[in-house]
Structure formats: structure tokens, C-alpha cells
């Protein structure tokens, strides 16, 4: 079940911000909007979540919109070590779409 | 705090045989989550449980796939008679709440020959 869309892939160069932006215009008031990314075979990875604020950690920010019907996580400056698939999930968060397999080039 | 744990991490059985894979969540979470991975495709959700009970069980196929959380000791996914169709890799997460974020295991992939 589709919950959220993403593009399937993006290209950002070294050093620059990469932007993954993700629709879940079916999210309920209280769901929750996570990140997570699998970097090639490995197990995924918890990245930011936010209900309605915005949020910042060590990894990245999490920007979401005030009607709640988009996110965009933002990582400030790109390495190469984060390329990824990077999934947007919601509420139970059980549901892992295509996500959007990010590239990093040097 | 050791992470999520998953073993084995490689996994090589024949057609017809039993499969079993366990999964320690990290110390304090109660609920956890296993997933299916085949080769270039997303990951699919299969089970949902707390301690001693199935809460969300929708991902699951309905024959040969099985799923505890005992009391004490690990998660086991159980899959009898194994087929080719079977191989995967396989990942458990853990939270420590049914909101909270999941931490994944490092995942074991199964051949089944």
C-alpha cells in the first residue's frame, strides 16, 4: 500500500546539499513522517522523524510542510558515503516504498 | 548497547528444508519487526510482534512462514519446506515503543539450493 510517492532516483555533488523531497498527502494528524536509507546490502538505517515541526540531528534536517502533505530531508552537505535508497515512511512505518536511490558524485 | 542482532548471517538450505532465523532486539525494546528484501527489489514488511504476541501479522505468507518472541530469548522466523522463491535477505528491527524510530539488523541472507 503506497502511502507516500518518491522520485526513484537523484544525482548531488560532493559537498553540496542534497534534497529528497517525499508526498504523503493521505497522513493523518497523528502520524508521524520518518527517514530511513539502506546504504547497498545493509540493513536500513533510522535517519530523522518529525510530526510537525521541523527537526535537525547530527545526520540531517527534516523539513514538513505546515499541511503535512510533503516532507524534504535535507542533508547539508553530501559525502560520497551517503549514497543510498532513502525511504520516507509514515505512520506504522511498516510500509517501505521504492524510495529514491540518491547518487553522490565526486 | 549493542545494536540489533541477527544470525545467522548467512543462511544455505535445500529445498525442503526448515529455515530458522533469530533476531536479539537491543536491550530495553519490546517490539519487533521482520522484513524481506529480494535481490533488487524494496524492502517488504512481514511481521509485527511484542513480547509473546503477534501484533501485526498482513505481510506474512499464510503457509510454511512462522513468527515467536518469547518471554526470554530471541525472535525466531520460522519458514518450513523452503523454496528457491524463498531466497532473500531477511532484516528484524526493534523500538523501543510502537511510535519509535526502528533500529535493522545487519539482515541474513538465505539460499535455498
Known amino acids: 500500500d503506497a502511502k507516500t510517492t518518491q522520485p526513484p532516483s537523484m544525482d548531488c555533488a560532493e559537498g553540496r546539499a542534497a534534497n529528497l523531497p517525499c508526498n504523503h498527502s493521505?497522513?493523518?494528524?497523528?502520524?508521524?513522517v520518518y527517514w530511513y536509507r539502506q546504504i547497498h546490502s545493509q540493513g536500513p538505517q533510522y535517519i530523522i522523524h518529525g510530526l510537525k515541526n521541523n527537526e535537525t540531528n547530527e545526520m540531517a534536517s527534516l523539513i514538513i510542510t505546515e499541511d503535512r502533505k510533503s516532507s524534504t530531508l535535507i542533508l547539508p552537505h553530501a559525502t560520497l558515503r551517503d549514497t543510498a535508497v532513502y525511504y520516507c515512511?509514515?505512520?506504522?512505518?511498516?510500509?517501505f516504498g521504492t524510495g529514491t536511490s540518491l547518487t553522490v558524485i565526486p | 548497547n549493542a545494536g540489533v542482532m541477527q544470525n545467522p548471517r548467512h543462511l544455505v538450505r535445500r529445498r525442503g528444508q526448515e529455515a530458522r532465523l533469530r533476531c536479539s532486539p537491543m536491550?530495553?525494546?519490546?517490539?519487533v519487526y521482520w522484513y524481506r528484501q529480494l535481490p533488487e527489489e524494496g524492502l517488504k514488511f512481514m511481521v509485527y510482534l511484542q513480547k509473546e504476541n503477534i501484533i501485526d501479522e498482513s505481510g506474512m505468507p499464510k503457509e510454511r512462514f512462522s513468527a515467536e518472541f518469547p518471554k526470554e530469548g530471541p525472535s525466531i522466523l520460522r519458514i518450513q519446506q523452503v523454496v528457491r522463491g524463498d531466497s532473500a535477505a531477511y532484516f528484524c528491527a526493534s523500538a523501543g515503543q510502537a511510535t519509535y524510530e526502528q533500529y535493522f539488523g545487519p539482515g541474513t541472507r538465505l539460499t535455498v539450493t
Open positions: 536491550k530495553g525494546h519490546s517490539h
Open positions: 515512511n509514515t505512520g506504522n512505518q511498516f510500509y
Open positions: 493521505t497522513i493523518s494528524g497523528n502520524e508521524y
